[in-house]
Structures are given as C-alpha cells and as structure tokens.
C-alpha cells in the first residue's frame, strides 16, 4: 500500500495537469458551438448547442463520481451533480432566475428528450418549458412569460447560452470544492490521498475511455505523429 501511495504521489502532478487540462478542453469544446456570426447569429442551432451543453454534464458528471469512488447509473451521476453543483446559492447563474423553479429531475428529462429526440420534456406542477434563440433580448422574454402567465400558464423561457452558463459555473463550485480539499490537504493527511487517488482514477479513465487531442502540423508532407 505504502509502495502504492509512493508510485501515485510522483506521478501525481502529471496527472493532476493532464486532468485540468482534459476539464478546460471539454468546456472550450461545448462552447465553441456558441460562435457567432458577424450579424451575431449563432452557426450552431439552439438544439445541437443543448445536446452539448448536456454532454457536458454528463461528462463533468461522471468523472466527479470517478473522483469520490462512487458507482451509479448515468441519472443518478447527473441528477446528484445538478443538485450540488447547479441547483444552490454557490452557483452564481442560479439564485433570482427562473432556474429556480427547475428541479434536477426536470434537468434530466429535458436532458433525455432533448439528447434522443430533439424534443423537450414537460415539467413538473405547472410550469412549462420553451426554447429561445441567444439574440432574443431578454426584455422580450420577459413579456412573452408576462403573456404566458396572463392566460393562465407559467413558461419556462431557456436560451442555450445561459443554460451553458449555469452549468459552467456549476463546474467552478466543483472545482472551486476541490481546491478546499487541496488546501485541507497541506494538513490534513487523509485529505492529501482522498485527493490524489480521486485525481488517478479520473486520469486512468481519461486514458481507457477519454478523446485526447492530437495536434498535426497542417502543412503538406508532414509526418504523424507515429511516422
């Protein structure tokens, strides 16, 4: 065992960096389908940029549960991640806007409608749920949910882009935990191997399932990288 923790605690900072590095390519990725035109019209429909925005969780999601030695379903990873990460007062996207009346359960129906059909779920009790572009001004929003509710129906009005938000910040209360656990962990032993074996199985999982990027020089009659 000791043998072990010596192997994992040189090799760590590599994999440590290596991690980090897979984390902010994901999130460079999801957001890359948000570019925008010169008249800023996005090149990527709203629907393809939600399937992303939800590949997202469910990536982030499944490596946090790599982190803590935890085994689930893929609903029980996203659902737990929402709720901690998302769906609180840590999240800066999340107290005073209407994802407050979004439920992690919601989350994940609109997640599966969307993902396998292109379609949107309904929600729980009585709100409903609606997609607008990112150009819509939000004032504009504001009076179509006005209208909504004047007839009677209470609509949930959700851009891509500010959904993408959320979900980002909810990534940084994540990371932003465990920079505590690091911090704890100058001290604390126990926090120190939690730490560092969370991080190996995160990195051992990268390279069994994970897509690295392989950067090839463009210019012709350039060798692969295995030539």
């Known amino acids: 065992m000791e043998e072990k923790r010596q192997q994992l ?10 991690v980090f590095k897979f984390f902010k390519e994901a999130m460079e990725d999801i957001g890359s389908v948000f570019t ?4 800023k019209r996005n090149y990527t429909s709203e629907r ?3 399937v992303c925005v939800f590949t997202f969780v469910d990536v982030v999601a499944s490596y946090w549960y790599e982190y803590l030695n935890k085994t689930g379903t893929q609903r029980e990873r996203f659902v737990e991640w929402v709720e901690r990460y998302c769906l609180t007062a840590e999240n800066q996207e999340y107290s005073g806007t209407d994802f407050e009346h979004l439920t992690a359960g919601n989350f994940y129906a609109f997640r599966s409608s969307m993902v396998h059909f292109f379609g949107i779920a309904g929600l729980e009790g009585d709100y409903k749920l609606s997609i607008a572009t ?3 001004d939000d004032k504009l929003i504001e009076k179509w949910r006005q209208g909504f509710r004047e007839h ?3 609509v949930l009005i959700i851009k891509p882009k500010k ?10 209360v994540m990371l932003g935990e465990w920079k505590k656990i690091i911090d704890e962990a100058q001290s604390n032993e126990e926090k120190k191997w939690q730490h ?3 991080i190996d199985r995160i990195y051992q999982k990268i390279q069994l399932e994970g897509a690295a990027k392989v950067s090839i ?7 692969l990288p295995f030539d």
């Not at 605690?9 to 994999?15: N, P, T, V």
């Not at 020089?217 to 060798?223: F, K």
């Open 9 to 18: 605690g040189h090799a760590h900072q590599k994999k440590d960096d290596e």
């Open 36 to 39: 925008m035109d010169a008249e």
């Open 48 to 50: 393809v940029q939600l």
């Open 134 to 136: 990112n150009r819509i």
């Open 152 to 154: 009677g129906a209470s």
């Open 163 to 172: 959904l993408y938000n959320f979900v980002l910040e909810g990534a940084v």
């Open 196 to 198: 560092i074996e969370g």
């Open 217 to 223: 020089p463009e210019q012709q009659g350039a060798s």
